[in-house]
């Protein structure tokens, strides 16, 4: 079981509010994102869950009980920090034992544990060597290793992947996703790589300045973002947004419509513009369209075979049931 | 410096520098050698002559050696466990965040800018005198029997005063070490379910290791050649309790003006300074590998 409830959870360190009260639901089982900019409060949030600090107000409930003043060690929630935090001296089998020592699991147990989770995350060749001879991808799966021995009720990682290299994070977000997908167990993930966040997430959590800014599925936020914000942040390249004539033309103070829902023409459309810098990426190219007398650039996304170049005039067209529309307080407008 | 170019052009710039430690070490090193075969006494100048192991025979069986000789692995070792053990609990208080930080730890560095001489008067003369100190006025006023440190446990006095000393310096290495214990190392073993203790011995402890050794070589190399201490307080006595091999030197070779004799104690203290140090890196010298 792991189901993890905040309410008016707030922080304060000194006299900044860095958590303003808050209130999150996390439901047993589910992969739940922090995502938002450096700065937000993602690793303070998840530091108050794990109990490594105290709440300046507010409750967590873990299981239905109150865990607002319990040791991080009773919460029963074990984390994967970004820097691993293996202990250096100890051999990867220590490691991956040292909770269950701490917990005084009989000896075989612990073995059968440690065999088991190795396997698991294909550690069984490393098991005698120290943390300082292993790969930044294989110290990663140590930590993971360590944090699933204790078979917590949840597991918090904070941008555990940060440190790899492109490739190996697509290899560890897999096996991460993997991961839950066998245990079932809950896991709060924090990141400010947004594709981490729409490919693993079942719930992602929005947060700006230590607000929620909005809380659902990855489509669902893709598809109704609440507000600006969330608009600009989800979605990659980012969400052109509009104001002025053509927003009011909708009916808004501003408007959005993602690169991918833009139609390119070498010949006709609703805007006209110019090529600036292009990328072609193969599959996909992205026009970064200048002179549209919108906005500096629009961004758009076309097929990989669309052969345009700088300097190229281009027509744009929105498809309009995709357009997002805001209030000029830049709420969505339903 | 890992091409071949690289590290000829290393050894070529560092040679003079070697050339010139080994000089500086060789020549005394050798007159020394030199001159505990010889006898030689100042009192009677130019009457020189070669004495073949004489002088380590009076040496090795003048009554005081044997005690010096326990006197000096007490006293380092005495110190040593004092100030490991002392500095890693002062260093482990000084890592708390607390009020007026910065000033408690220049005070506890204090001890070391003092002068061994000094410190050894004042621990003489203001704390241990029987009559004026302060221990003594302490004893009176719980109505005790003022104790003289120094004529009734002389080497624990010393040992005392020159831990004192030593304790900044350890503490100190230690507390930089402590500081640059990984946070989320910590919290990590909080999260595993590790108590206070636990943390310490199985996370702080294991990372000051290194630093610990490296406190333990350093003491040890001035710990053996204690002496302003012993001159100054107890002069070795009452008897031989508290000489060392450097004082029973110095008592040899300037008291008696036998320079023969003076250089083969100290040819044995260099001995005895070299087996403590294969000891000791036998020992922990396994810590400072990286
Ligand atoms: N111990 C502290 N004392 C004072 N302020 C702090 C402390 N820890 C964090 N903060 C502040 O709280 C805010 C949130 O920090 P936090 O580490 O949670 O950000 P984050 O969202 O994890 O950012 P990042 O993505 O860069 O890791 C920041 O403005 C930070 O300066
Ligand atoms: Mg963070």
Request: with cysteine.
């Amino acid at each position: 079981m792991g189901r993890i409830m905040l309410e008016n959870v707030t922080k304060r360190f000194g006299d900044v509010e860095v958590i303003p009260p808050l209130d999150l639901d996390i439901n047993d089982g589910e992969f739940v994102v922090f995502v938002g900019p450096s700065g937000c409060g993602k690793s303070t949030l998840l530091r108050l869950i794990a109990g490594l600090e105290d709440t300046s107000g507010g409750r967590i409930l873990i299981d239905g009980k109150d865990a607002t003043d319990l040791a991080p060690a009773k919460r029963g929630l074990a984390m994967v920090f970004q820097s691993y935090a293996l202990y250096p001296h100890m051999s990867v089998r220590k490691n991956i034992a040292f909770p269950m020592r701490m917990a005084g699991i009989p000896q075989d147990e612990q073995n059968r544990r440690i065999e088991a989770a190795a396997k698991a995350l294909n550690l069984t060749a490393y098991l005698d060597r120290r943390p300082g001879q292993l790969s930044g991808g294989q110290r990663q799966r140590v930590a993971i290793g360590r944090a699933i021995v204790r078979e917590p009720s949840a597991f918090l990682f904070d941008e555990p992947l940060s440190n790899l290299d492109a490739a190996l994070r697509v290899g560890m977000r897999l096996e991460i996703s993997e991961l839950h997908n066998r245990l079932k167990t809950t896991m709060v993930y924090v990141t400010h790589d947004q594709v981490e966040a729409m490919t693993m997430a079942d719930k992602i959590v929005v947060l700006q300045a230590g607000r929620i800014e909005q809380v659902g599925s990855p489509m669902e936020l893709y598809k109704a973002p609440k507000n600006l914000f969330v608009a600009g942040f989800i979605g990659s390249p980012k969400m052109n947004l509009l104001t002025g004539a053509v927003a009011a033309q909708h009916g808004a103070a501003t408007i959005g419509v993602r690169p991918e829902h833009i139609h390119v023409s070498p010949t006709g459309g609703a805007w006209k513009g110019r090529v600036g810098v292009s990328e072609h990426l193969g599959s996909d190219t992205f026009f970064y369209v200048e002179d549209t007398g919108l906005a500096e650039t629009i961004t758009v996304r076309a097929g990989g075979d669309l052969e345009l170049y700088h300097g190229d005039t281009v027509w744009l067209t929105p498809d309009p049931a995709r357009i997002h529309r805001f209030d000029d307080q830049g709420l969505r407008i339903a | 410096m890992s091409t071949k170019a690289s590290r000829t052009a290393a050894r070529l710039m560092i040679s003079p520098a070697v050339l010139l430690l080994l000089g500086w070490m060789i020549v005394p090193l050798a007159m020394t050698l030199y001159f505990s075969f010889l006898r030689y006494n100042l009192l009677m100048p130019g009457m020189e002559s070669w004495a073949g192991f004489e002088n380590y025979r009076y040496f090795f069986t003048d009554p005081a050696f044997w005690p010096a000789m326990r006197n000096t692995l007490v006293l380092v070792g005495g110190v040593l466990m004092i100030t490991t053990i002392g500095g890693i609990l002062v260093a482990l208080l000084l890592d708390q965040p607390f009020w007026g930080q910065n000033i408690v730890r220049l005070l506890v560095l204090a001890p070391f800018f003092v002068m061994p001489t000094v410190s050894a008067l004042v621990w003489k003369n203001m704390f241990m005198n029987p009559v004026n100190g302060i221990f003594a006025y302490l004893a009176r006023v719980l109505g005790l029997q003022p104790y003289d440190f120094l004529t009734q446990a002389p080497l624990a006095s010393i040992i005392g005063i020159v831990s004192w000393q030593w304790l900044p310096f350890a503490s100190l290495i230690l507390l930089t070490a402590l500081q640059s214990l990984n946070s989320e190392q910590m919290e990590a073993a909080e999260m595993d379910g590790a108590g206070p203790l636990s943390r310490f011995w199985f996370i702080t402890l294991p990372h000051l290791a290194r630093a610990i050794t490296v406190v333990i070589l350093i003491q040890t190399i001035f710990l053996l050649s204690i002496f302003a201490e012993i001159l100054v307080t107890t002069n070795g006595g009452p008897g031989t309790a508290s000489t060392n091999l450097t004082f029973l030197v110095y008592m040899q070779s300037l008291l008696q003006f036998d320079v023969g004799l003076g250089s083969a104690g100290g040819v044995v203290a260099i001995i005895l300074a070299n087996i403590v140090a294969i000891f000791l890196m036998r020992m922990i010298g396994k810590n400072l590998d990286a």
